[in-house]
Nanobody, 117 residues
Framework: QVQLVESGGGSVQAGGSLRLSCAASGYGTYCMGWFRQAPGKERERVAVIDLFGSADSADSVKGRFTISKDNAKHTLYLQMISLKPEDNAMYYC?????????????WGQGTQVTVSS
């Protein structure tokens, strides 16, 4: 069982930056990632990173968002720069005991990111 607690969301103007954090406890975090869901839209995979640090991100955020993790602190991060109004969404941290290509088993409660134009 894995517990995930996100923090760091908030409201910023377009062009601003935010850093999301996800504190993880428990076993089963071979792959961790960030997802987001805007009202009326499907959930979107933003970025994932595996146990060895191999990361991948969606084309829509490449060059603007960076996923990283601190294994000693059991914490996952998402550094977001050059934020756009289309980045408005609830952001969720997720973890899986399997490869990143598999479905994620554990989810946090989410943290809201609001970008104003």
């Amino acid at each position: 069982q894995v517990q995930l607690v996100e923090s760091g969301g908030g409201s910023v103007q377009a062009g601003g930056s935010l850093r999301l954090s996800c504190a993880a406890s428990g076993y089963g975090t071979y792959c961790m990632g960030w997802f987001r869901q805007a009202p009326g839209k499907e959930r979107e995979r933003v970025a994932v990173i595996d146990l060895f640090g191999s990361a991948d991100s969606a084309d829509s955020v490449k060059g603007r968002f960076t996923i990283s993790k601190d294994n000693a602190k059991h914490t996952l991060y998402l550094q977001m720069i050059s934020l756009k109004p289309e980045d408005n969404a609830m952001y969720y941290c997720a973890a899986s005991p399997y490869q990143c290509s598999e479905a994620f088993r554990y989810w946090g409660q989410g943290t809201q990111v609001t970008v104003s134009s």
